[in-house]
C-alpha cells in the first residue's frame, strides 16, 4: 500500500510517497532479484571480457602504427607515400567558413559546436527503508523537482507527479558539430572523421545576422544575450520553456595528425588486426608524443571500464543475495547482521571472478603475456614457498 503528499516546509518542491510490504511481499521480490543479479553479472562478465579484447586490438594498432609510421612535409603531398601511416604538422587553412545553416551564419573555424539547451523540471528520487520487527519494510521515497538547464528532452509525462511539473516540447534544432568544406592541413585536405577529433574549445558569439534565423526557429521572443541567442522573456530569470543556444569553435591554427595518405587527404588507417589508427592533436606534436598520449587514453578507458565491471558484477551478486537478507529480517537486527555478511561475500565473489575473467580473456586475445605473467607469478609462488619452508627447516628441532 501507499500514499504520497506534497512537503513544502523546507522551501522546496517535494513530493513524499510512504509504501510499505509485508515480509511475504519482499520474499517474492527478493526471488526476482536473484535473477535480475545474476544478469547484472552476466553483463559485468560480458564488459570485462569485451573490454580487454578491445584494449588489446587498441593497443596492436597503436604499436604496429608506431612502427611504421612516416613523418612527411605537410607542404606538399609526396606520391610516394601513397597508402602509408604518415604524421605531419603544419599550418590549417579554409576553402570557406564553417555554416550552420539552421541559423544562418558562418565561422572561421575547423569544427564549430553548437549547444542547444532548454530550462525544464528535472525529477530527483531519494529512497529510505525502515525495517520492522516481523520482516515487514516501510518505504518513504522524495521526489524533488528542480528546473533545470538541459540539452536533452526531459520526458516529464514519466514523473511520479507530472502535474506542475510538465516539460513543453524540445526544439526541432538540437545540438550538433559543423564541419567547413575544403579543410586543409599544409596541401593535404581534412575531412570531418579527421575534423571531429578536434575539441572545439573557444566561446563563440553569433554574429546580429544570425538573429533572423534564430527568431524564425524559437519565435519572435529570441534575442542574442549571454554570447549566444536565448528564447524568453528575461536570461536572468529564466522560464519553464525558455531555450538558449551556444557555440564553441576550434579556430584555425596549427594542427597535428597521424592517419593514411589517400590521394592527397589524410584519413584513418587501418591496422592489420582491423583497427582504425587516427590520431589528431592540436599544435606542433612529434609523432612518438602522439602515440604516448594514444595509448594512455586507451589505458585510461580500460581502466575506467574495468572498474565500471567490476563494480555491476558487485552489485549483481549482492542483488543476488537479497532473499537470505529478507529471510533474516524477521528480526531487523539479525537481516542487518546478514546483510553486512551477504556484502562480504558479494565482494569476495566479484574479487574471484573478475580477475579470473580479466585473466581468461588475456590468455584469449594475449596470449604470449599472459603465459609470461603467470609463468612470473608461479615463479615468485614458488619462490617464497620454498623460503618458508628454507625456514622451517632451519628452526632449531
Known amino acids: ?5 506534497f512537503d513544502n516546509s523546507g522551501g522546496s518542491d517535494v513530493f513524499v510517497e510512504r509504501t510499505s510490504q509485508s515480509w511475504f511481499g519482499r520474499i517474492g521480490d527478493a526471488f526476482k532479484s536473484i535473477l535480475f543479479g545474476l544478469i547484472l553479472v552476466i553483463v559485468a562478465a560480458i564488459l570485462l571480457f569485451w573490454n580487454e579484447g578491445r584494449a588489446a586490438h587498441t593497443a596492436a594498432a597503436l604499436a604496429e602504427g608506431a612502427g611504421r609510421v612516416v613523418s612527411v612535409d605537410a607542404s606538399r603531398v609526396d ?3 601513397e597508402g602509408k601511416l604518415v604524421h605531419l604538422s603544419g599550418p590549417t587553412s579554409l576553402a570557406a567558413p564553417v555554416a550552420d ?5 558562418g565561422a572561421e573555424a575547423l569544427k564549430l559546436d553548437r549547444t542547444v539547451e532548454m530550462y525544464q523540471w528535472k525529477e530527483e528520487k531519494h529512497t529510505e527503508t525502515h525495517k520492522n520487527l516481523g520482516g515487514s519494510e516501510e518505504t518513504v521515497t522524495r521526489y524533488t523537482y528542480a528546473r533545470e538547464w538541459s540539452d536533452k528532452a526531459v520526458e516529464s509525462g514519466g514523473f511520479r507527479e507530472a502535474n506542475g511539473h510538465r516539460n513543453p516540447q524540445f526544439p526541432r534544432v538540437g545540438s550538433r558539430a559543423f564541419y567547413p568544406e575544403g579543410a586543409k592541413l599544409g596541401a593535404f585536405a581534412i575531412g570531418a572523421k ?3 577529433e578536434v575539441e572545439a574549445k573557444d566561446a563563440f558569439a553569433p554574429p546580429p545576422a544570425a538573429l533572423a534565423g534564430a527568431r524564425t526557429l524559437l519565435g519572435s521572443r529570441t534575442d542574442l544575450a549571454g554570447g549566444g541567442v536565448f528564447s524568453g522573456a528575461d536570461p536572468d530569470h529564466p522560464q519553464v520553456g525558455d531555450v538558449r543556444v551556444t557555440w564553441r569553435i576550434a579556430p584555425v591554427g596549427e594542427l597535428s595528425v ?4 589517400t590521394g592527397g587527404a589524410v584519413a584513418p588507417s587501418v ?4 583497427e582504425e589508427v587516427l590520431l589528431v592533436e592540436s599544435g606542433d606534436v612529434d609523432a612518438t608524443s602522439m602515440f604516448k598520449h594514444g595509448e594512455e587514453a586507451n589505458a585510461f578507458l580500460t581502466w575506467i571500464l574495468r572498474g565500471a565491471g567490476v563494480l555491476v558484477m558487485f552489485i549483481g551478486f549482492r542483488v543476488a543475495m537479497t532473499l537470505v537478507e529478507v529471510l533474516a529480517d524477521v528480526v531487523p537486527l539479525f537481516g542487518s547482521i546478514v546483510g553486512a555478511g551477504a556484502s562480504l561475500v558479494a565482494l569476495f565473489c566479484t574479487l574471484v571472478l573478475a580477475p579470473l575473467i580479466v585473466a581468461v580473456a588475456w590468455l584469449f586475445y594475449r596470449p604470449l603475456t599472459a603465459v609470461l605473467v603467470l609463468a612470473v607469478g608461479a615463479g615468485l609462488a614458488y619462490f617464497v614457498h620454498a623460503r618458508a619452508r628454507a625456514r622451517v627447516a632451519a628452526r632449531p628441532g
Do not use: I, K, Y
Open 101 to 105: 545553416a539552421d541559423f544562418r551564419f
Open 271 to 274: 591496422a592489420h588486426n582491423g
Open 1 to 5: 500500500m501507499s500514499d504520497g503528499n
Open 79 to 81: 606520391p610516394v607515400n
Open 258 to 261: 597521424v592517419g593514411a595518405q
Open 194 to 196: 579527421v575534423l571531429a
